[in-house]
């Protein structure tokens, strides 16, 4: 008897750390109505010169983002709206479809699903048609990202890689390295941005924690 329990204890160890990181996404979607999805829809055409009927996506990319806004509600208030608000002069010409992307990571590590996986989201230039993008409530200065987010944005990666075709994982500061590479479609090369997010020291542990996946980075 004393054997035969002997020989369970790693398989329940298995069970209980299997079961400790199972990842629990809670659906928080935004406003996807007719307005939206013409918009995305002229953002593929216009921006890429894909002309689709339904706004979809093939990812291949996951793109980890901050908010650099301090609050999940106030980011979720951020993204909901269809257009785009005025406040952002700087990509407002490109298209007045407002920013966002299919998920977002509060500060305790809850994951928040905005859209589907498969539905593109206006979150990184020149690779929108192709990109999950995941937002993380924070910033690099006095909200630095989380142990907690850390944790979810690797059990999500986890999960997006095993459903989809993914290939490369990225730092939003890490996207003008696609120029030139057939992944990139942007038609404006004047349209770019600098960014810095979502801190290389959270895409270093990132690629740590995941580097059994073999996933790419972006091209040098």
Not at 102 to 112: A, E, H, I
Not at 144 to 172: F, S, V
Not at 173 to 195: A, C, M, Q, R, S
């Amino acid at each position: 008897m004393k054997n035969k329990y002997h020989l369970l204890l790693p398989l329940l160890a298995i069970i209980f750390l299997n079961s400790c990181h199972a990842l629990n996404v809670v659906q928080k979607p935004i406003i996807f109505d007719k307005t939206r999805k013409e918009l995305t829809l002229e953002y593929l055409e216009k921006r890429y010169e894909i002309k689709k009927d339904q706004p979809t996506i093939v990812p291949k990319i996951i793109t980890v983002h901050w908010t650099a806004i301090p609050t999940m509600e106030k980011t979720f208030e951020a993204f909901n709206p269809a257009t785009l608000p005025d406040w952002r002069p700087e990509i407002i010409n490109a298209s007045q479809l407002n920013v966002s992307s299919q998920y977002m990571v509060g500060r305790d590590g809850t994951v928040y699903q905005l859209l589907p996986d498969t539905i593109m989201a206006r979150h990184v230039i020149g690779l929108n048609y192709c990109s999950i993008g995941i937002e993380n409530v924070g910033n690099g200065t006095d909200l630095p990202l989380t142990k907690a987010q850390l944790k979810a944005n690797i059990a999500l990666i986890k999960k997006l890689a095993k459903k989809y075709p993914i290939e490369y994982m990225i730092g939003h500061y890490e996207y003008k390295k696609f120029i030139g590479h057939p992944l990139w479609k942007e038609v404006d090369p004047d349209y770019l941005t600098n960014k810095t997010d979502p801190g290389k020291q959270f895409m270093s542990d990132l690629r740590r924690k995941l580097k059994r996946l073999h996933l790419k980075g972006a091209p040098e």
